[in-house]
């Protein structure tokens, strides 16, 4: 039993590790500081990097921040504030559908909205795709996360005479605010990585660009794009533009660990 | 003093509690003079802590809770729809069952919690009455050196003084305890009861026990709940010794509950 069990776990790491493998054996001998700071060259010359992915990326996901972190944070606090309330039902049961509806969808509702009205695509209409993907999971984690603080402390609070939205504010969140922190880098985490509705959206651009009207590049994209082009070098980017993107990714999921960890010092 | 001469602080007339539709007490009417130690005793899911809770309207916090009845503090209303519910608890204030300490807030900030209301009090002035409700809740000595450090490392009975002091903090009138030492071990519990000789010159106090022994030690009335109806209330040591109904003899002897 114990054997079987054991298999399986090391069955699931497995793929991870192959992943990570083939990417440091592929991608990190073309990651050099001209990987960071350059921009692509030519087709069929050598060299070049991705700087204008990452600040592509960067800005988009920060925008998504922006418009995703404050809505999401703000209906979970509702929804653990209002538990039974129609409202709350209903936004967790939508939140809910839209967790575990593929990515892609949302990307062509943004073109829809964003894109078609505008015109143009742009990284503001990646940024609307990657906030709606990210709302729900922020919400339903900050809800969560309410919901795990003792009830005993909102009680309490309102004993002494705190009003409902100083309870709520002051002591339930600011007690689970780790934890909301954590969901949240999680969310960035998932949304740094998403292609499908960035392709319909930020488009992809070869420029450097700091400006979130025009199409922008992301690191997702460069990977698509590289990967399905037909040079060996643009394959040799894409491996290292991967290696990036997961580093990156890797990186966010540490920082929401560290958070967590955080949270257990304190309340020891 | 014999009890009639004193002030009656608090008074229910005909309180009815219920949850939904369920009946959590029945037509309870009851008073409490100032500066003594009342005990509500009675089986587990008698009404004691709900009767607790209708005092500073914490009831209608409980999804379904609805309070029916007159509860009066110095003569209020305190079911009246101007009543500020905020300036209601700062008068009636409550201890719980286990320590609720806030765990982001310093030892300082969580006494100094229920004092922060108009904002008006001067730094010095917080300090102050945060020193004095420490002093009262015997607390002082053991954290004044660390009055900035996280109350969680603090022992479960020092963190129930420190919900003590953090109640008694904005000069309450009425302090309400709930079961305030079922979590703690002896030693703690006897601080807690010993606590409550010197509070009860400042305060009118009513707890809630399951310890017949506590009730018997600490109060100076006791009234006994049981299935939703106050059977009997009198002086402790009459109610203890020569009990009026069969029902409070029964419980106070050990028969059931």
């Known amino acids: 039993m114990v054997g079987v069990l054991g298999l399986c776990a090391v069955l699931a790491v497995i793929p991870l590790l192959v992943i990570l493998a083939t990417l440091v054996v592929k991608g990190a001998g073309s990651i050099n500081l001209d990987f960071f700071t350059r921009l692509p060259v030519p087709a069929g010359e050598t060299g070049g990097g991705v700087a204008h992915a990452i600040v592509g990326t960067l800005m988009i996901v920060g925008g998504a921040c922006l418009l995703g972190l404050p809505v999401g944070i703000a209906a979970g606090i509702f929804a653990a504030e209002w538990p039974a309330s129609r409202l709350a039902i209903a936004s967790r049961f939508i939140a809910d559908v839209l967790n575990g509806t593929p990515s892609i969808v949302v990307g062509v509702f943004a073109w829809t909205w964003v894109v078609a009205r505008q015109g143009h695509f742009s990284g503001f209409a990646g940024s609307v795709a990657l906030a709606v993907l990210m709302i729900p999971m922020v919400m339903r984690t900050t809800e969560e996360m309410i919901k795990l603080v003792p009830h005993s402390l909102r009680e309490a609070a309102l004993a002494l005479g705190f009003p409902r939205w100083k309870t709520s504010l002051v002591v339930m969140v600011r007690t689970c605010l780790p934890g909301i922190v954590t969901g949240s880098l999680l969310a960035v985490a998932r949304i740094a990585g998403e292609t499908a509705p960035l392709l319909f959206t930020a488009l992809g651009s070869q420029y450097m660009n700091f400006d979130l009207r025009q199409p922008m590049a992301a690191l997702p994209l460069v990977v698509f794009t590289y990967a399905t082009g037909p040079y060996e070098e643009w394959h040799r980017l894409a491996w290292a533009t991967a290696l990036v993107l997961i580093i990156v990714v890797l990186i966010l999921s540490l920082a929401a660990r560290f958070a967590t960890r955080r949270r257990f010092d304190a309340s020891r | ?257």
């Open chain 2, 1 to 257: 003093m014999p009890l009639a001469d004193r002030a009656l602080r608090l008074t229910t007339e005909r309180l009815t509690a219920r949850y939904g539709s369920v009946v959590g007490i029945r037509d309870v009417s009851l008073g409490f003079t100032a500066n003594q130690v009342h005990a509500l005793i009675g089986p587990s899911g008698c009404g004691k802590t709900t009767f607790l809770r209708c005092l500073n309207r914490m009831h209608e916090e409980t999804p379904g809770g609805v309070a029916e009845g007159v509860v009066r503090l110095d003569g209020d209303d305190v079911y009246a729809p101007q009543v500020d519910l905020r300036m209601l608890r700062r008068r009636v204030g409550m201890v719980f069952q286990r320590p609720t300490v806030f765990p982001t807030m310093s030892i300082q900030e969580n006494v100094a919690a229920g004092l922060r209301f108009n904002g008006k009090l001067g730094k010095a002035e917080v300090a102050r009455k945060v020193g004095k409700a420490l002093e009262a809740a015997g607390l002082w000595e053991e954290v004044k050196d660390r009055l900035r450090t996280s109350p969680t490392a603090l022992s479960g009975g020092q963190q129930q003084r420190l919900c003590i002091a953090r109640t008694i903090a904005p000069e309450p009138e009425v302090v309400l305890l709930d079961e305030p030492t079922s979590s703690l071990d002896p030693q703690g519990t006897q601080r807690i009861e010993e606590l409550l000789f010197q509070l009860k010159q400042r305060f009118t106090i009513i707890i809630v026990t399951h310890n017949m022994q506590q009730a018997a030690r600490v109060s100076d009335t006791t009234s006994f709940f049981y299935l939703g109806d106050l059977v009997e209330s009198g002086p402790t040591r009459d109610l203890f010794t020569t009990p009026k109904e069969a029902r409070t003899e029964a419980y106070v002897t050990g028969r059931f509950g």
